[in-house]
Structures are given as C-alpha cells and as structure tokens.
Nanobody, 126 residues
Framework: QVQLVESGGGLVQAGGSLRLSCAASGRTFSSGAMGWFRQAPGKEREFVAGINWNGNVKYYADSVKGRFTISRENAKNTVYLQMNSLKPDDTAVYYC???????????????????WGQGTQVTVSS
C-alpha cells in the first residue's frame, strides 16, 4: 500500500518558520517529481512548490518564492518544505504529492501527480 505521510505542521507566529516533511512508503518515487500544494478554507487547492526526480529543478508559486525551499532525499523517499518568513496568508492544509514517472520538466497541476498525502495543518497567527 502506497502512503505519503506529512508531518511538521503546527501553529506559528507571523515571521516564524516551519519545516514540513513527507515520507513515502510502499514504493519509491525517485523517478518522478514531488510537490507541495495547499488549500485554505473556502479556496481551491493551489500549487506551492515542486522538485524534479534528482533535485536539480525546483520551482515555486510566486507567493512563496524567496521564502520557501523544497528539497528531497531519494534515499529516504522523503520530500521537505522549509517555510520561512511565514505570513497569515500561508495558513492552510499542506499536502505533498508524488509522480511515479517524470512527465515534464515541471508539474504545477494537481492532476499531474499520482499519489497524495492526507495533509498537515499550518496556521500562522498575526
């Protein structure tokens, strides 16, 4: 059974930092992209950050560029999201996603991913 399990969410004050982790089990995802999405109450799920199979290509939503950093460790089948300078607008449930095979240089759409985690809540207070 394939599972993606996120951790590291929580409550933080504006300007603070959090590091999210997503550990995959049941199969390896070293051939495809991995990404992070988020969904705030009443809003659509949106792309946050993505990384290609070997970590050489990283891409971000404009709203998080310069503040968030995505990375991965294929040996651990894990992807991370370091979030700095957090803002109240970053409050959302954060989901990790994984492709089984790389389809394109970047993957920013939810339907480009094959597996999803259950989400972890990030709340940023003002």
């Amino acid at each position: 059974q394939v599972q993606l399990v996120e951790s590291g969410g929580g409550l933080v004050q504006a300007g603070g930092s959090l590091r999210l982790s997503c550990a995959a089990s049941g199969r390896t995802f070293s051939s495809g992209a991995m990404g992070w999405f988020r969904q705030a109450p009443g809003k659509e799920r949106e792309f946050v950050a993505g990384i290609n199979w070997n970590g050489n290509v990283k891409y971000y939503a404009d709203s998080v560029k310069g503040r968030f950093t995505i990375s991965r460790e294929n040996a651990k089948n894990t992807v991370y999201l370091q979030m700095n300078s957090l803002k109240p607008d970053d409050t959302a449930v954060y989901y990790c996603a994984a492709q089984t095979l790389l389809r394109a240089r970047t993957a920013t759409l939810a339907n480009e991913y094959d597996y999803w985690g259950q989400g972890t809540q990030v709340t940023v207070s003002s």
